[in-house]
């Protein structure tokens, strides 16, 4: 077994909609996507966080319909998109309610994975989700999303979710069992590549469109695009077949697969952007007592805060400071600055009351903050 795979505590896994629907009929493939809802089960059961992004709304909503093979105009896809989905979402719902697992649906635009306030808002749902013992269920919102701010695949949109959550490993089941030297239906001597280290031209230029045809949107170049964020960001992808019952299961018994290997955690990948890729906003300065609490892995609570300077809202970058004017590390503010200095120096408990709304516990919470080495 991969020991990617193996040791992943969360996992994402994206089906495309060649795996789900009937390309004739438009038709779920119940009895398939049931033995999938099983394998996520299992994972559960071993202790697995899994998010599942999933296409198939617009595949769905078009044979209901009744529109046409072809290519659709904007509104048709939008109205498609807008049928599909709630046959989609009764169908993951019913599926793993039998097996004693809730899901929910959460459907995003191109905006909320590149907009930092609304990522990070999208961030926290799915981890409350998940923390709930939740299955989420991703789409991109196909029925509001117009040509000019949409990702058009899932694949990418995948790996931007994976990104987002600090997953361990992204599984992208396709129509092919990896990526080729060439591609296999064109070239009988093709051969899988086991292992990419590096996303280098020439790997770029093995992708081809080797899934069919068919709805899906996507084909092996988007996949090799999706591979570059994964990893970019410190998720491991896969990609393996879906054309199989248990999909999941096959992989964990050595079904034949690609594997892009990144080289730093999620953890890791997420503050050095955090560090070196945003522009701080503002300040907070800490007494003595948060400087030590800091230095033992706790978040910033707003009892320790004596300071705040700057102009910063919401999930901004700011640099945290001592009394004496040192740069101790920087973080994601849960704050906007009027709202921080109303709290600061008061117990995580008053927030409530004096804020009027029920708020987070900390102004900096430990997983979004990197400290100094010093």
């Known amino acids: 077994m991969l020991n990617e795979w193996k040791n992943a505590r969360r996992i994402v ?97 191109l905006g909320d994975t590149e907009e930092r306030r609304r990522y990070l808002n999208a961030r926290n749902t799915i981890e409350a989700l998940l923390s709930l013992g939740s299955v989420p269920v991703v789409n991109e919102n196909d029925c509001v999303a117009t040509n000019e701010i949409r990702y058009g695949d899932n694949d990418r949109l995948a790996a931007r979710v994976a990104s987002m959550i600090s ?121 003595a007592g948060a400087v030590d609490a800091l230095s033992s892995g706790n978040s910033l609570l707003p009892a320790g805060v004596i300071g705040v300077d700057g102009d910063f809202d919401r999930g901004d970058a700011i640099i945290i400071m001592s009394q004496n004017g040192d740069e101790l590390g920087r973080g994601l503010s849960t704050y906007a600055k009027d709202d921080a200095e109303l709290i600061m120096g008061r117990q995580s408990s008053e927030i409530s009351d004096i804020l009027g709304f029920e708020g987070r516990a900390c102004i900096v919470h430990r997983d979004d903050m990197v400290l100094s080495t010093r």
């Open 167 to 287: 997953a361990d490993c992204l599984v992208v089941l396709s129509d092919v069992d990896g990526l080729y030297t060439a591609p296999p239906s064109e070239q009988e001597d093709a051969e899988r590549i086991e292992v990419v280290d590096e996303i280098t031209p020439e790997i770029e230029g093995m992708a081809g469109d080797v899934t069919g045809g068919g709805p899906s949107r996507g084909g092996m170049i988007t996949k090799v695009a999706a591979a570059k964020i994964a990893v970019a960001s410190g998720t491991h992808m896969i990609i393996a077949s879906g054309q199989v019952s248990h999909p999941l299961k096959a992989l964990s018994e050595g079904a034949n697969h690609t594997l892009f290997r990144a080289h730093s955690d999620p953890v890791t990948a997420w503050k050095s952007w955090i560090a070196g890729s945003l522009e701080p906003k503002g300040k907070i300065i800490i007494d």
């Open 13 to 109: 896994v994206k089906i495309g909609s060649s795996l789900l629907t009937d390309a004739d009929t438009g038709r779920l493939k119940r009895d398939w996507l049931a033995t999938l809802v099983e394998d996520i089960a299992e994972l559960r059961a071993q202790g697995h966080e899994v998010v599942l992004v999933s296409s198939g709304a617009v595949a769905r909503g078009r044979r209901i319909l009744g529109l046409e093979p072809g290519v659709l105009k904007l509104e048709q896809a939008q109205a498609s998109a807008a049928v599909g989905q709630i046959g989609l979402a009764h169908a993951y719902q019913d599926l793993f309610e039998e097996r004693g697992l809730v899901t929910a649906q959460i459907l995003l635009t």
